[in-house]
């Protein structure tokens, strides 16, 4: 009899490994069905041991062996990507059943009988996987160029790899992003270019799945992360498109980001990974000098624009849009052409002014605004710089007047259409902000009739940036100010990120409405060089001991009053050796529940994988008491913000 060790390939409560037993011989990596509360599901074998050498443990159990009921045979998915799934598992501390069912789709392991039956008519490709030996090291490679120069270097570079034989997969973030590539990449291509997202039904994705792994001819897959479980042979390179996206980290449990699995599964096939963005992250380009990556071509820190910025906002009394705003748009509605102001978000955007002089409240550190915070209890009020976290005092004056009449302010998507309705009653306005826009299908609607109209205004927050496909002649940024109010330690690389894209759909001309024309983003943005910004941002990062040059872990618990209180502890004496640094969070629309942060700073290699960073390795004392942590607590490696 053998005692057999599963991971349950389910969404649900379920431990992270169950034990089995069966008569028959069964190996490592094998799929199996396994009865499970009244219902069969899929596991995935990671050990069998003849019960003769466990006799001892099998006694002491506290429950009795299920029998497994039906073995599959040896898992269609790859060793490569199960191996990978796992051991991504362990670098963000997460069990790894839920990293198996995060990182294989639903249509996949629902269906597994249905799309195990083209293994046997799959194509004979060269195999990418049996040549890999793991003293080669992975060509990793970084691509920071502008969209159309990366289109054109794709085109050609996919037509070389199909001469040589080998397929290409190009993971993106979103649906929308790869119907985007699909449209310019695969003229010429069509019958070898495929489409995979979990958008697509499930008949579709097992269709494609097969279509995939018979084909026997190279192939382009245009695909989110997941779909890289195709067990297709000869992907000789993955391209990790629009790298900067914040879709690539997974908001909900196991929190994994999705661009540390690409690298890691591009290294255990040993294909060759290109890193592509029109503006890489930070950390991604520092990552150039610490891991010595190479280079397409040199990076491109240009901006490329060829219109007009202009920076507007000096004025005696504070509004809204400025002269110099509304008159431009004036003269664009007189020519019948279209205006694009984009506001922070739907709501008010928090930054402080004086109303009597309209002098806003800046940081004595960085010069970024600070925001006017209430406590809990709102009986104390914080200035706070949400970019570097120094605090001013609550009863400061206006270091211009030295007048006491401070005040929040911000500019949202619904301030600014009132405005515009007043300003420009008989113009064509349109607002695209999650509350106009439900949907995609929404949001295409509200595009459509947009750029179908003359001399049409649209008011929108980042989420329109997705959905324009034309450039509008004039785009305004109404409160550039208002950026800074963002908590998150990364949020000068998201504003120029930002100001980039705002470019990217515009023709003519920018305007930036701001109190600061000397805020270092701006100033980079106007030379057209981003180079002097991004060093100076990574040598604030490397003195304040912020990525990548230490890894971030953070753990969070979410309870009330009494809870946290005992969070707090078991946090400060678990973590002791590890000198957490322990805060509180914020809470939206959640009465009397209180966030506790703790912060753990670690050496990278303290806490990576060989095939990330050579030398390195996880701390497997810091795991083990990360994996220990209740399920009230919540673990996230390398985060996006510290809130």
């Known amino acids: 009899m053998k005692i057999v060790t599963v991971i349950p390939l389910k969404k649900g409560a379920f431990r992270e490994n169950l034990t089995y037993f069966t008569s028959k011989d069964v190996q490592d990596g094998s799929i199996v069905n396994i009865p499970l509360r009244n219902q069969k599901i899929l596991g995935l074998v990671i050990s069998s041991e003849d019960a003769s050498n466990i006799k001892s443990n099998v006694k002491s159990m506290s429950f009795n062996l299920k029998k497994i009921d039906e073995i599959k045979g040896e898992s269609i998915f790859t060793k490569e990507y199960l191996k990978s799934i796992l051991e991504i598992s362990d670098y963000f501390a997460s069990k790894k059943n839920t990293g198996i069912v995060s990182l294989i789709p639903s249509a996949f392991r629902e269906n597994y009988d249905k799309i195990s039956k083209f293994k046997s008519k799959e194509a004979k490709l060269p195999s990418k996987l049996g040549s890999f030996a793991s003293n080669i090291k992975t060509e990793k490679l970084l691509f920071q160029a502008p969209l159309e120069d990366r289109i054109s270097f794709y085109k050609t570079f996919i037509r070389a790899s199909f001469a040589e034989k080998k397929s290409v997969f190009i993971v993106l973030p979103t649906e929308h992003d790869i119907e985007i590539f699909l449209q310019i990449l695969s003229k010429g291509i069509e019958k070898f270019t495929f489409t995979m997202h979990g958008n697509l039904t499930a008949k579709k994705q097992i269709e494609k799945f097969g279509q995939i792994i018979t084909s026997t001819h190279p192939i382009l897959v245009l695909g989110t992360t997941p779909f890289l479980s195709i067990p297709r042979q000869d992907f000789g390179t993955i391209i990790l498109e629009n790298e900067n996206s914040t879709a690539y980290k997974m908001i909900f449990k196991p929190h994994f980001d999705l661009r540390t699995f690409v690298e890691l599964y591009a290294s255990k096939i040993n294909a ?86 309209s002098e806003p409240v800046m940081c004595d550190r960085c010069s970024a605004p600070v925001v006017l915070y209430l406590s809990r209890d709102g009986k104390k009020r914080m200035f706070i710089c949400n970019r570097c976290a120094t605090e001013k005092n609550p009863e400061m004056k206006c270091p211009k007047c030295d007048s006491w009449n401070l005040m929040p302010l911000g500019i949202g998507t619904d301030t600014v259409f009132e405005e515009i309705k007043k300003q420009f009653s008989k113009t064509k306005i349109f607002k695209l902000d999650k509350e106009s826009a439900k949907t995609a299908i929404g949001a295409n609607k509200i595009i459509k009739e947009f750029e179908e109209s003359s001399g049409a205004i649209l008011i929108g927050t980042e989420m329109a940036l997705f959905y324009l496909k034309e450039k509008v002649p004039l785009s305004i940024i109404a409160s ?164």
């Open 272 to 357: 060759k990974l290109i890193l592509s963005d029109s503006l890489l992250r930070f950390e991604t380009i520092a990552r150039k000098e610490i891991d010595n990556f190479s280079e397409i071509h040199p990076l491109s820190f240009k901006t490329n624009f060829r219109g007009e910025i202009e920076i507007t906002g000096k004025q005696e009394k504070f509004k809204i849009l400025t002269d110099a705003s509304l008159e431009e748009i004036k003269n664009n509605i007189t020519k019948k052409e279209n205006t694009f102001i984009f506001s922070l978000r739907k709501g008010l955007a928090t930054m402080t002014i004086c109303r009597d002089c």
């Open 480 to 643: 550039f100010d208002s950026l800074w109010s963002i908590p998150n330690f990364r949020m000068g690389e998201k504003i120029i990120g930002l100001l980039l894209s705002i470019l990217s759909k515009t023709e003519n001309k920018l305007i930036i409405q701001t109190k600061n024309e000397s805020d270092p983003a701006i100033l980079a943005i106007r030379t057209g060089n981003l180079l002097s910004f991004i060093r100076e941002e990574l040598e604030d990062r490397e003195n304040l001991g912020y990525p990548p040059f230490k890894r971030f872990i953070k753990i969070t618990h979410l309870g009330n009053k009494d809870e946290t209180i005992k969070a707090k502890d078991v946090l400060v004496r678990l973590f002791q050796e590890y000198k957490p640094e322990i805060f509180s969070g914020f809470v939206a629309k959640l009465k009397d529940k209180y966030v506790t942060n703790a912060l753990i700073k670690l050496e990278p290699k303290r806490w990576s994988l060989p095939e990330l960073s050579t030398n390195s390795s996880i701390d497997q004392n810091l795991l083990a008491k990360l994996q220990s942590l209740p399920p009230s607590f919540s673990v996230n490696i390398d985060p996006e913000d510290l809130l």
